[in-house]
């Protein structure tokens, strides 16, 4: 298995385009999320999935689409990007919502200038 | 929704026990206990999660008093590799959006 995969790496965007971050999991887990990390910060909780065709949001989610039309792709859109959203983003997969035990990808670093 | 204290920073020598507490003084009734590493550059690893009492697996254990306020995350003879970043989570065991990650504590090994 390749766990939880996110693409791309790396990305700059100028403020006010818009771009997705793709994040895949071959696990079969029902449960998704994404956070954005801050230098020399925790982890927020942007929006989160608890199965095919669900989604709610978490803790930072202004700014930020996402949808879930399979149980293995969540993608995050960046609506209009803004220097606030540079960050590293991760996204993460469990088996159910009811355990905690994440599987986080290697992250997205982007970079709005 | 339940906020942990963790130190900011912490330093140990390899083969030593290191323990890193975290408090959570309002943490609820179906709140569980997650602790989480993380190295440079990369996601965050389940490390260990408990309700009470004491929990261990290949990596560590976790100590939680019967007031549940605090937790201990004990990593028994640490080695270079343990050099990391530990988070501890309070999060409601059925409600995905009341996760929260601390600023963590950052542990760093001496040889």
């Known amino acids: 298995n390749a766990g939880v995969t996110q693409t791309p790496k790396f990305q700059v965007l100028k403020t006010g385009q818009s771009m997705t971050l793709q994040c895949a999991q071959d696990?079969?887990?029902?449960?998704m999320s994404w956070y954005r990390q801050d230098p020399g910060m925790g982890l927020r909780l942007i929006h989160y999935s608890v199965g095919a065709g669900i989604t709610d949001q978490g803790e930072v989610p202004n700014g930020y689409n996402v949808s879930r039309s399979t149980t293995e792709d969540f993608p995050l859109r960046l609506l209009s990007a803004a220097p606030s959203q540079t960050s590293v983003y991760f996204c993460?997969?469990?088996?159910?919502?009811?355990?905690?035990?994440?599987?986080f990808g290697p992250g997205t670093r982007l970079t709005v200038t | 929704l339940a906020k942990t204290t963790q130190p900011i920073s912490m330093d140990s020598y390899e083969g030593q026990e290191v323990n890193i507490t975290c408090s959570h003084n309002?943490?609820?009734?179906?709140?569980?206990i997650t602790w989480y590493q993380q190295f440079p550059s990369q996601g965050p690893r389940f490390i260990i999660q408990?309700?009470?009492t004491k929990v261990t697996n290949e990596v560590a254990s976790l100590f939680i008093p019967a007031d549940r306020k605090s937790s201990t995350l004990s990593l028994p003879r640490v080695s270079l590799s343990d050099t990391a970043v530990y988070y501890c989570l309070v999060a409601v065991y059925s409600s995905a959006s009341k996760i929260i990650f601390g600023s963590g504590t950052r542990l760093s090994i001496r040889p």
């Open positions: 993460a997969s469990s088996p159910r919502q009811g355990t905690y035990e994440q599987y």
């Open positions: 408990g309700y009470k």
């Open positions: 309002n943490i609820a009734t179906n709140d569980y």
């Open positions: 696990m079969n887990h029902e449960y």
